[in-house]
């Protein structure tokens, strides 16, 4: 559990934006999650307790947008997927506490820096088509950064967005891929000791926010304009991974 109080508010926070990204309220709200946690848990320890987290609130966003995706997109992805996991579930305990940090935060910042370039990728007078060598190498990316941070948003939008699919359909394949790797995902974490008996305890704690965070989300969809958000959520996003590069600088040194 959180040392402090100001770590756990950081640990509610995080957990709550699992439900709201899966809500599908505030563009990138996903990608705070992460670092919100490696502050409030440890890097090892809050990767292990978001995961079981994570799948709970992609159950979410499944039934709410089923049978609304295009699943050659991830059967061009799938054997990458595979692969970036099981090569990041093999490295991730090579790196020190430091170590992971930066790398986090560097994915945060990354992130951010993304979101003001990404619109390139769908002005282009054609759709892409996306053959089975482009899926794999977009796959191994996706899970190499997902086992590291939960962080494969901006490597499947890469993939995804050029294909100009209509937005309801792009949001679905998005979902129906993150399900898949954070699934794929439980099985090499349980082998790499990134999820215990204890990070369970905590991820069942804390599991009632996932819901919770749900509803908010509905709620707020309905309520206030999302385009009020992101520049938010990229501020908070960029705040939060300078914060970790920081820290954790003076140890890499």
């Avoid at 990458?80 to 790196?95: C, E, H, N």
């Avoid at 993939?159 to 954070?182: A, D, H, R, S, W």
């Avoid at 804390?206 to 309905?222: D, K, T």
Wanted: charged letters at 10%.
């Amino acid at each position: 559990m959180p040392e402090t109080t100001t770590h756990l508010i950081y640990a509610i926070c995080g957990v709550l934006l699992i439900g709201l990204s899966k809500a599908g309220f505030g563009g990138g709200l996903g990608m705070l999650t992460t670092p919100l946690c490696v502050i409030a848990f440890g890097p090892a320890m809050g990767i292990g307790i978001l995961l079981p987290l994570l799948c709970a609130g992609d159950a979410f966003s499944m039934w709410h947008y089923r049978r609304k995706w295009e699943i050659k997109n991830l059967r061009l992805m799938i054997i990458g997927i595979v692969i970036g996991v099981a090569i990041g579930a093999q490295l991730f305990r090579r790196f020190s506490p430091a170590q992971l940090n930066f790398i986090i935060g560097l994915m945060a910042v990354l992130f951010v820096l993304f979101q003001f370039v990404k619109h390139i990728l769908s002005s282009a007078p054609t759709p892409f088509k996306p053959r089975q060598p482009y899926g794999c190498l977009a796959g191994i990316g996706a899970g190499l950064t997902s086992t590291f941070a939960h962080g494969a948003g901006p490597v499947v939008t890469a993939f995804l967005l050029p294909q100009q699919m209509p937005k309801e359909i792009y949001t679905g394949t998005n979902v129906l891929i993150f399900t898949c790797i954070n699934w794929i995902k439980v099985p090499f974490f349980i082998y790499a000791g990134m999820i215990q008996a204890p990070t369970l305890r905590v991820s069942a704690v804390f599991f009632p926010l996932v819901p919770l965070g749900v509803w908010l989300g509905v709620w707020l969809n309905r309520n206030i304009p999302d385009k009020w958000f992101p520049p938010l959520v990229y501020a908070l996003t960029l705040a939060t991974g300078i914060q970790l590069i920081r820290t954790a600088w003076p140890s890499l040194r």
